[in-house]
């Protein structure tokens, strides 16, 4: 086994969670349009604006900076130095959860992303120090959680030591390693010792034996720590795992805050009734139907349709994928009254769009042709999220996804959509 001790490198502040809160806000701020394209780490120097903007946050622009850039390490945050600060799809996917005040599921979302984050870092002794690719260097949860004790567990001294080694900075990063590693909730400390707690077995033990890919480029690992589901992840499997667990530990009926839904009891309900109610079943517009067992129909159609597509954002060049992060979207509204043809629950009324996406079609900043491409309106440009204005825009004139069955959505539904949706 390889030996690492010794000057780990940190980024000298904390995992804790009022540290992310502090750069929630900055993150909402960076939104407002005087910050768009604002370099917030650029020199400090005679820079009001800098100041301003970290006076959001009650601190000073050097702090502002280290806070923006752990959050981008912990996995929070993708890489970029020019506003608006951007989350990862776990970050926004905890910024969602805590916003809608589901805390107990943002609270495990938190850790989940920290420990992905720490089991993906590599350590190296060069002017670089630590790399988000674990092919260039010594990959440190790797590392200790293999040179754990019989009881899982490790000193706080063979800690202190093992990070900080015989460096004149001992205690300097032991300390900060060790409130990663309890606000992860993979260990915590008793008795003198940093125990491990069992938490996340399955994903532990991948992160054992984990041989990264040597081919992957740092882009690669840049996408699998913005989104582990995917499907080059290698933890794909076991951080699927521990969704399904938080969705079922969660005791919530529904939640709908800015078109986020999360409803793991209706899900869980209604996954079961997607397998055996017939679609011409799920069209029904009865009124005999009680408004619970309604819900669980539109439940087990989006159900449906996110199984269509195999879980995909239909859109061409959108990467993003797995069942906790993208939803099914009307094409045309179910808001609008039934007519001859029932659309709510129509099973060719439906695309698989990630949230974003979502809410974009839904203004209508994009729509399709009748032969199913992606067309897009020159109102995209207002928006401003550049990722998502690059993933559409580079999507124009290709072909949407095909669903599983090959079936495409029907005309009548996309020409109303274009219609009445579209900002052409």
Not at 86 to 111: F, H
Not at 303 to 318: D, E, F, Q, T
Not at 346 to 367: E, M, P, Q, T, W
Request: hydrophobic share 35%; net charge neutral; glycine share 4%.
């Amino acid at each position: 086994m390889a030996s690492i001790h010794g000057n780990w490198f940190h980024s000298r502040s904390s995992s804790h969670l009022g540290e992310l809160l502090t750069v929630r806000s900055l993150v909402l701020e960076s939104q407002k349009p005087e910050y768009i394209g604002f370099s917030w780490s650029a020199g400090r120097q005679n820079n009001q604006k800098m100041y301003q903007f970290a006076a959001v946050a009650n601190i000073q622009p050097s702090t502002m900076q280290t806070k923006i850039r752990t959050m981008i390490r912990y996995g929070f945050l993708k890489e970029g130095s020019i506003c608006p600060l951007v989350w990862t799809r776990m970050g926004s996917l905890w910024n969602d959860l805590y916003t809608v005040g589901n805390i107990a599921a943002a609270k495990q979302i938190y850790e989940l992303i920290l420990t992905t984050s720490l089991a993906m870092f590599a350590f190296n002794q060069t002017s670089a120090q630590y790399s988000l690719n674990p092919t260039n260097g010594e990959m440190p949860l790797k590392f200790l959680l293999n040179a754990l004790s019989n009881d899982n567990s490790i000193s706080l001294k063979e800690f202190a030591s093992l990070v900080d080694g015989g460096t004149t900075r001992v205690g300097g990063n032991s300390s900060y390693w060790r409130t990663d590693l309890v606000n992860s909730g993979l260990f915590q400390e008793d008795g003198g010792r940093l125990c491990c707690t069992g938490k996340y077995e399955r994903f532990v033990e991948n992160i054992k034996k984990f041989t990264p890919d040597s081919l992957f480029t740092d882009e690669d690992w840049q996408a699998i720590r913005d989104n582990p589901l995917i499907n080059s992840s290698p933890f794909k499997n076991s951080v699927k795992e521990i969704f399904e667990n938080i969705l079922q530990q969660q005791n919530i009926e529904e939640q709908i805050t800015d078109g986020i839904y999360t409803a793991p009891i209706v899900d869980v309900i209604s996954e079961q009734e997607e397998l055996y109610i017939p679609e011409i079943d799920i069209l029904s517009t009865n009124t005999r139907f009680a408004q619970s067992v309604r819900r669980v129909r539109v439940a087990a159609w989006s159900i449906r349709i996110k199984k269509k597509y195999n879980h995909l954002c239909v859109v061409p060049n959108c990467d993003v994928n797995g069942k906790i992060f993208v939803e099914a979207a009307h094409i045309k509204p179910d808001n609008i009254p039934e007519d001859i043809m029932p659309h709510r629950a129509h099973i060719l009324n439906g695309l698989c769009l990630c949230r974003h996406c979502h809410v974009a079609f839904d203004k209508g900043y994009f729509s399709l042709t009748d032969d199913h491409k992606i067309i897009t309106s020159v109102k995209l440009n207002e928006i401003p999220d550049q990722n998502i204005k690059t993933v559409i825009f580079s999507s124009c004139n290709r072909p949407i996804k095909n669903r599983l069955d090959n079936r495409l959505p029907l005309v009548e539904f996309i020409q109303f959509h274009r219609t009445n949706r579209f900002k052409s």
